[in-house]
């Protein structure tokens, strides 16, 4: 008997977790192996292939064993010829990320002759933002590895523009997608020219404390009395904790834009009296001046 092939639409994945596949005699005439993972945190996607020499085994029955009470069944499809299953699926709300260790399939083999060859030849897994779940493999198993990873996600700035000296609300939303608890720097900037290093304004600084598997919104006030007219970028960058390898999230930069910074009614009339005044003066020297040469040419015979 061969396992039939059901087909579904490709989705995507990047993921990765843990997994494990024992081999057990299910009786004197199948193998069968059981597909675990092993210790993850946060799986709500996942990919794998199971490979096995097709000239010694037969796979004649696999039973998907998801652990989310919703979810979706992208591939679960048998190539014969090449002696590879593929599973892939994923999470759909409103069922959480999965934590812990479970069965995800088990698989029946009719063996011909010969060694029983069935490994995992591919695994991928993701958290419910399609993050990469590390793991390494150990034989049949994939183990998880806990890692230390934060990012900046998302900064608003409110108002979108304001008077020299008015307050500017920035928000940043800052995540700990890693495996511990981390303590790390946060810093906002706006600058008027994202092509020139050095001349950027420090908004505000700030240290936090996150969970693992966390999120947090920061709230950065932005005291603009000596800041330039103008528009400003505003970025954020994360200082990078100890361990950290996907350091790419780290830094937002040009994130959000505030249109400009505008004098003051008052200062700009000020300013346009001291022109008027300026200009009058400048005319006025011009009137006299022009009156002296004219009295000196006249009444010069």
Same mark, same amino acid.
């Given at each position: 008997?061969?396992?039939?092939?059901? !087909?579904?639409?490709?989705?995507? !994945?990047?993921?990765?977790?843990?997994?494990? %596949?024992?081999?057990?005699?299910?009786?004197?005439?199948?193998?069968?192996?059981?597909?675990?993972?092993?210790? #993850?945190? $946060?799986?709500?996607?996942?990919?794998?292939?199971?490979?096995?020499?097709?000239?010694?085994?037969?796979?004649?029955?696999?039973?998907?064993? %998801?652990?989310?009470?919703?979810?979706?069944? +992208?591939?679960?499809?048998?190539?014969?010829?090449?002696?590879?299953?593929?599973?892939?699926?994923?999470? !759909?709300?409103?069922?959480?990320?999965?934590?812990?260790?479970?069965?995800?399939?088990?698989?029946?083999?009719?063996?011909?002759?010969?060694?029983?060859?069935?490994?995992?030849?591919?695994?991928?897994?993701? *958290?419910?933002?399609?993050?990469?779940?590390?793991?390494?493999?150990?034989? !049949?198993?994939?183990?998880?590895?806990? #890692?230390?990873?934060?990012?900046?996600?998302? +900064?608003?700035?409110?108002?979108?523009?304001?008077?020299?000296?008015?307050?500017?609300?920035?928000?940043?939303?800052?995540?700990?997608?890693?495996?511990?608890?981390?303590?790390?720097?946060?810093?906002?900037?706006?600058?008027? *020219?994202?092509?020139?290093?050095?001349?950027?304004?420090?908004? $505000?600084?700030?240290?936090? &404390?996150?969970?693992?598997?966390?999120?947090?919104?920061?709230?950065?006030?932005? *005291?603009?009395?000596?800041?330039?007219?103008?528009? @400003?970028?505003?970025?954020?960058?994360?200082?990078?904790? &100890?361990?950290?390898?996907?350091?790419?999230?780290?830094?937002?930069?040009?994130?959000?834009?505030?249109?400009?910074? @505008?004098?003051?009614?008052? +200062?700009?009339?000020?300013?346009?009296?001291?022109?008027?005044?300026?200009?009058?003066?400048?005319?006025?020297?011009?009137?006299?001046?022009?009156?002296?040469?004219?009295?000196? @040419?006249?009444?010069?015979?």
């Amino acid at each position: 008997m061969r396992y039939p092939v059901v !087909l579904l639409t490709v989705i995507s !994945l990047m993921f990765m977790l843990t997994l494990t %596949l024992p081999i057990t005699h299910g009786s004197e005439e199948n193998i069968k192996a059981e597909i675990i993972f092993d210790n #993850v945190f $946060g799986l709500y996607g996942f990919e794998l292939k199971v490979a096995y020499d097709p000239n010694t085994l037969d796979l004649v029955a696999v039973t998907p064993q %998801l652990p989310w009470t919703f979810y979706h069944i +992208v591939k679960n499809e048998l190539d014969e010829q090449k002696g590879v299953y593929r599973l892939v699926a994923v999470a !759909l709300p409103p069922s959480s990320p999965y934590s812990g260790t479970t069965k995800v399939a088990e698989l029946v083999f009719l063996p011909f002759a010969g060694a029983a060859d069935i490994h995992i030849a591919e695994a991928k897994l993701v *958290d419910k933002n399609g993050n990469s779940i590390p793991f390494k493999v150990d034989g !049949l198993i994939l183990r998880g590895i806990p #890692v230390h990873d934060v990012a900046a996600k998302k +900064v608003l700035a409110c108002p979108r523009s304001a008077y020299q000296g008015d307050p500017i609300t920035v928000s940043v939303e800052v995540e700990n997608q890693g495996d511990f608890e981390e303590t790390f720097d946060v810093a906002v900037y706006a600058d008027q *020219d994202g092509s020139v290093i050095g001349d950027e304004i420090v908004v $505000g600084e700030k240290t936090v &404390s996150m969970l693992p598997k966390s999120t947090m919104w920061l709230t950065f006030i932005w *005291d603009t009395t000596w800041a330039p007219y103008g528009g @400003y970028y505003i970025s954020v960058k994360l200082s990078i904790v &100890s361990g950290e390898n996907d350091v790419s999230d780290n830094f937002l930069d040009k994130a959000d834009y505030v249109g400009g910074i @505008y004098p003051r009614p008052h +200062v700009r009339r000020n300013a346009e009296i001291l022109a008027q005044v300026f200009l009058t003066s400048i005319l006025g020297l011009a009137i006299f001046a022009g009156a002296f040469c004219v009295k000196n @040419y006249w009444f010069s015979c």
